[in-house]
């Protein structure tokens, strides 16, 4: 259930997630209401849950990460133990950024970032393969990013 917001709220959330450093005096500055306001309105929006948290956006080729590869994975079997195994599994490495359960053919999609082709081989060949949940993989590296983003169409 999608929550009730006015324009207020909606303007808040926009500004946040463009920049979560801005405070509420930036805030009231720009959506015209006053410091207090914007600070009642943001830890409500922050109790409800629509604000989960904040964090900095890092330069993944910056720092050591250049190649973005889109996995799939399809499991074994298909049973709520081996999917909370691989689940688990999933929690536990740090290069997979994002993890899809889907439908269709393959029954999971992941975006795993790597320094380089030899740590992208030895995560797919020495952490993926082995697992006991897993049947098959198939790795795609991806050429370009033509748009990456978080933020939410408010």
Known sequence: MSAQLDEFDRKILSLLQDDARLTNNDLSERVNLSPSQCSRRRQRLEEEGLIRGYRAVLDRERLGFPLVNVISVT???????NARRFAELLERLPEVQEAHALTGEMDYILKVVTP??????TFVNDVLLPH????????????????????LPI
């Open 132 to 151: 006991d949940s897993v049947q098959h993989v198939k790795t795609a590296i991806v050429l370009q990013t033509l748009k990456e983003t978080g933020a």
């Open 116 to 121: 380089d082709l030899k740590s992208l081989a």
């Open 75 to 81: 499991l074994a079997t298909h049973n709520r133990d």
